[in-house]
């Protein structure tokens, strides 16, 4: 079963991409890497999303931008993945979630300073 974080992600995409059910059996697996890949690199800098608390530790301007830049290559990686699979609209309403979810965790990342 997946941890609610990602079914709530999953539902959204597949919501506002409309996929078809081939794309949907495609796109799931690349998501599910996605937010495994970046879970680990918040992580490492000890932030949880899944729990919502504030790090233990506050992040300096350094360790913000070497997790900033550690994130987006995976986004790079798995936009570059999607790219097969869905259309230009689709991968544009994609980008657009995707940089509100960045939008999300830089003010949380700031809040944690």
Not at 26 to 54: C, H, M, T, W
């Amino acid at each position: 079963m997946l941890p609610w974080r990602i079914y709530s992600i999953w539902a959204e995409t597949n919501a506002r991409l409309d996929l078809t059910d081939e794309q949907a059996e495609q796109v799931a697996p690349i998501l599910q890497s996605n937010f495994e890949s970046q879970r680990a690199v918040l992580l490492k800098y000890g932030i949880d999303i899944e729990s919502g608390k504030p790090p233990a530790k506050k992040l300096g301007y350094r360790k913000a931008r070497a997790m900033g830049r550690e994130l987006e290559a995976v986004r790079a990686e798995t936009n570059h993945a999607l790219e097969d699979i869905l259309t230009e609209e689709q991968i544009r309403e994609y980008e657009k979630m995707q940089e509100e979810r960045r939008s999300e965790l830089r003010q949380r990342v700031r809040a944690a300073r």
